[in-house]
């Protein structure tokens, strides 16, 4: 870039909705260039790149639970429509909280029931547990582009938060270009809770609900070894992002914010088991083990790639996450990484040094922590669990013990996984239907939820569920067998 050339600065002027006589309030901010990956839309590598330029304006000190107009443009640049939004209100308990949740939503696949119902005030925020655009950085951006812009319907009037899902590694590079620059906002969420980054990072809603989002790839890709990632693997960034949660945990003080939600983007309990081909063909998922060496894995996807279409994602881990090991790994902990690749699995990945056992599993925190809920993606299908920790299951959503699992995968994906067995710890599930979550927080012991049809907005699957004892359940550190 020309040292001369300077961006125009991003520029964002509002008003109250309420008052629109009042002269309207401009601010600017610098705005930021990056380079997207050079990957066409076959998501191979090319010789061209494409420049961007995100504008990120901070509006601050704006008045809780109040509607504002407002428009955006580049400084000097045509301004875009008049659009408007609501901030949170400043103590949720006193009014309650409605949440839009989804995962796996693809260029063209925004629910449009999500954006009717977003349109008419129905929701507070909407939170995104991975996969968007498929890919951002593919066909020079314009997938990414293409999802903004869709997504921009509902994320011009409410507040969407988002955490990667494997689709934002961009695989090439493993290197999240695309994720943290056009979600680089975020980074602001992710200093405020002592995060620093934007692929992992917590928020209250004040008086009702902490939620907490991690970035799974650290354990379902633990090997990649690039320069994206300073040729460590994931490693040191589950360690990294484990010690954080913990401690973001900690702090949360259950009388005055109840309800604890955690996101990512895999499971930690499914049941999906394969992939619709078309013309009557079905494929179970093949078992990868997350242990092998990268060649092993490579051999294993050129066997599969005529049904899985191996990429350099692939050849590294690819679906080597499943319902079964990787969701363990996620569950349980990886284990030592320099041990020999064919006795255990699963493993951390490369540069990890020597213990013995497994580290870093989630249900550990959240089992000291009293988590509610745990929602995530990845699986492209519905599924409700009853509550379940360790493997254990209780038939009751009154005050159980243990968190409940929801997999919203099938948000906006192709809908072409099927079930596999039923599991012991499975409340409801769906495949091939095209639905979002709906989560009505009532107060600080009763909530509402429901999945609804991506097309229509017709509830498919609902439940209520009460908890009264929050903080009891915080302070107890009981300990289950496993």
């Not at 695989?171 to 620059?181: E, P, Q, T, V």
């Not at 599969?304 to 679906?319: K, N, P």
């Not at 299908?381 to 919203?408: A, C, D």
Request: charged content about 20%; some cysteine.
């Amino acid at each position: 870039m020309n040292p001369e050339c300077k961006l125009a600065d991003g520029e964002v002027e509002w008003l109250l909705s309420h008052h629109p006589a009042d002269k309207p309030q401009l601010v600017r901010n610098t705005s930021h260039l990056y380079v997207d990956h050079d990957v066409d839309a076959n998501d191979d590598v090319t010789n061209t790149s494409t420049p961007r330029v995100i504008h990120i304006v901070r509006l601050e000190s704006l008045a809780p639970a109040t509607s504002f107009s407002y428009r955006v443009r580049s400084n000097g640049g045509a301004w875009s429509d008049q659009l408007s939004f609501r901030t949170l209100p400043s103590f949720a308990a006193a009014s309650g909280l409605s949440l839009l949740i989804t995962a796996d939503v693809g260029a063209g696949s925004i629910p449009p029931a999500a954006v009717a119902e977003a349109a008419t005030g129905e929701y507070d925020m909407h939170l995104h547990a991975g996969d968007m655009a498929y890919d951002m950085s593919l066909n020079h951006g314009k997938y990414g582009d293409q999802f903004f812009n869709e997504l921009s319907a509902i994320a011009s009037r409410i507040p969407f938060q988002a955490w990667p899902g494997n689709h934002e590694t961009d695989d090439h590079f493993c290197d999240f270009l695309s994720f943290r620059a056009r979600l680089a906002n975020q980074n602001l969420t992710g200093d405020a809770s002592k995060s620093g980054s934007s692929r992992y990072y917590s928020f209250d809603i004040p008086g009702l609900l902490h939620v907490a989002g991690i970035d799974t790839d650290a354990y379902a890709e633990p090997d990649y070894d690039t320069s994206g990632n300073g040729n460590s693997g994931q490693s040191f960034f589950v360690a990294e992002q484990y010690s954080w949660l913990e401690n973001d945990l900690a702090s949360v003080n259950r009388t005055h914010t109840p309800w604890v939600f955690l996101i990512g983007h895999h499971p930690m309990y499914c049941s999906a088991g394969g992939e619709d081909l078309g013309s009557g063909r079905r494929q179970n998922f093949p078992e990868l083990s997350c242990r092998t060496t990268a060649s092993e894995r490579q051999a294993r996807w050129q066997r599969w790639g005529d049904v899985f279409q191996g990429s350099s994602e692939g050849a590294a881990t690819g679906w080597c996450y499943d319902c079964t090991t990787g969701a363990q790994m996620i569950r349980e902990g990886c284990t030592n990484g320099t041990a020999d690749p064919k006795t255990e699995i699963p493993s951390c990945g490369v540069g990890t040094g020597s213990w013995k056992g497994k580290r870093w599993g989630l249900e550990t925190l959240m089992e000291k922590y009293a988590v509610d809920f745990y929602f995530t993606g990845h699986m492209h299908m519905y599924e409700r669990s009853w509550p379940t920790l360790f493997g254990q299951v209780q038939k009751t959503y009154h005050n159980p013990s243990f968190p409940v699992h929801i997999n919203t995968g099938n948000s906006g994906s192709q809908n072409n996984f099927f079930l596999g067995p039923e599991a012991n710890f499975t409340a409801f599930r769906l495949a091939r239907v095209g639905c979002y979550s709906s989560v009505q927080i009532h107060n600080a012991t009763h909530l509402s939820f429901a999945q609804k049809s991506a097309a229509n907005g017709t509830v498919i699957d609902k439940f209520d569920l009460v908890q009264e004892r929050h903080q009891q359940l915080a302070r107890e550190k009981e300990t289950f067998t496993v």
